[in-house]
């Protein structure tokens, strides 16, 4: 069956890095786009940085711009969001997606989950 496993989250200090890792296993990974969000309690889950599925166009939220990088290995059934700069406010859990939709428009377009990986931002 599908599975999306993340990893790499953890306590990090302001303006340091981290890098996020999403394990894909059980449906074509490479007709798929793939996407992280971040979720922080009492907020809907935030589309944060998105690749599609032949890794030629990558697409990001203003909050990350210029500080994240995803990244996927379709070779590997991998994607990565290398995160630098981090910041107080990017504290939250992150989850991994896949997705049909060549352009999906919401979390409501995605057809598979991760179990999700903690992200503190904290001195």
């Known amino acids: 069956q599908p599975q999306l496993v993340e990893s790499g989250g953890g306590l990090v200090q302001p303006g340091g890095s981290l890098t996020l890792s999403c394990a894909a296993s059980g449906f074509t990974f490479n007709h798929y786009t793939m996407s992280w969000f971040r979720q922080v309690p009492g907020k809907e889950r935030e589309g944060i940085a998105s690749i599609s599925a032949s890794a030629h166009s990558t697409s990001y939220a203003d909050s990350v711009k210029g500080r994240f990088t995803i990244s996927r290995d379709n070779g590997k059934n991998t994607v990565i969001l290398q995160m630098t700069g981090l910041k107080s406010e990017d504290t939250g859990v992150y989850y991994c997606?896949?997705?049909?939709?060549?352009?999906?428009?919401?979390?409501?377009?995605?057809?598979?989950w991760g179990q999700g990986t903690e992200v503190t931002v904290s001195s």
């Open positions: 997606g896949a997705s049909w939709y060549g352009d999906p428009r919401g979390a409501h377009e995605y057809d598979y």
